[in-house]
């Protein structure tokens, strides 16, 4: 019986070039109040539907500066000054 071990042809593709592949995003956005850095997960911009339908608001881009929703949140219900 000729008995050939199955050879590993499949061999799934090593990504050698895993390091930075999430950034798709526009590089070097940060909140102008926090500081904190836009991410992929929250990476959407401020409409005012977003208000209407009470959903997370997104970054608001004013005057050249960028502000996250949670800071463009707590700005909106007057806890900042
Ligand atoms: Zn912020």
Redesign the pocket.
Known sequence: MSDTPAQAADQQPVDLDAHGAASTMAPGIT?A????ARTVADDYDYTPLQLVTGRALGWFNGDGEQ??G??LTATMRGERP
């Open positions: 909140c109040d926090c500081g904190r502000m996250c949670e800071c």
